[in-house]
């Protein structure tokens, strides 16, 4: 039988389990066809073909083959294009590589190009750096929630309607964006206007405009918070990646 030609595309790993023996079954993020899995036959074994391009968050050109009413590709080999391994990672930088690979994991839909997203991947795989993970990670978050359609009005209360510039203005894991002072629910959190200042801004600009600036924990902290309970409440599970994150110092 003659064998198919192969797919190729620039692709983000995502996430990589041991299948049987040495073969792997991996999740790509891909440029031409959004998110696909696969499995690479004896990748534990050959490091010629594929080295540590399996690595997640590892960006490579992948070569494929895809049978007709088989779910899962053959991956052929993969070229490395931007490694996560050749800076400095440390336990916080690891934390948060890996809470971008749930995100794209949990939110994309198989099979399914998403350009959009995937040049905002990239972008904050460039920026997110042993010490400085915080304002790619606030970055990331707000940019993916929109990109994906889960990203509420900010500017108003979503019980009343009244304006909320300049205002106080809360939200509650439940509730489907800001509300009022009047209006909020029980055990509510507050986010501040620099917060929805923050996020109006990014909205304006490149990752690369905020790179370089000093950005502890605390900045935009109640955005992310905003940001990963839409999250969570979307996919109806904890994020692993995120309670880990809450835990750093």
Request: glycine share 6%; net charge neutral.
């Amino acid at each position: 039988m003659d064998s198919m030609p192969l797919k190729q595309s620039e692709a983000i790993v995502l996430r990589s389990y041991p299948l049987r023996e040495a073969d792997l079954l991996v999740t790509f993020f891909t440029r031409a066809e959004g998110k696909l899995k696969g499995v690479a036959r004896s990748a534990m074994k050959s490091r010629r073909r594929f080295g540590g391009a399996l690595e997640p968050l590892t960006v490579v050109r992948v070569y494929w083959e895809q049978r007709e009413g088989q779910e899962l590709m053959r991956i052929d080999s993969c070229d490395v294009l931007d490694s996560p391994l050749t800076a400095t990672v440390d336990y916080p930088r690891a934390v948060a590589l890996a809470y971008v690979g749930e995100l794209l994991d949990q939110l994309l839909p198989d099979h399914e190009p998403n350009d959009a997203v995937f040049r905002l991947a990239l972008a904050v795989l460039q920026n997110l750096r042993a010490g400085a993970i915080w304002m790619p990670l606030t970055y990331f978050d707000l940019w993916l929630v929109r990109l994906v359609g889960l990203l509420p009005e900010l500017h108003v209360c979503i019980e009343c309607g009244a304006g909320l510039d300049g205002q106080r203005a809360y939200f509650h894991p439940l509730a489907d964006g800001l509300m009022c002072a009047e209006h909020k629910r029980l055990v509510s959190s507050e986010m501040s206007w620099e917060s929805r200042l923050l996020a109006s801004e990014m909205f304006r600009q490149s990752i690369d405009s905020f790179a370089g600036a000093s950005w502890p924990r605390s900045k935009g902290a109640d955005l992310r918070k905003f940001l990963t309970q839409r999250i969570e409440r979307h996919v109806e599970k904890k994020l692993v990646s995120g309670a880990m994150l809450e835990r750093l110092d």
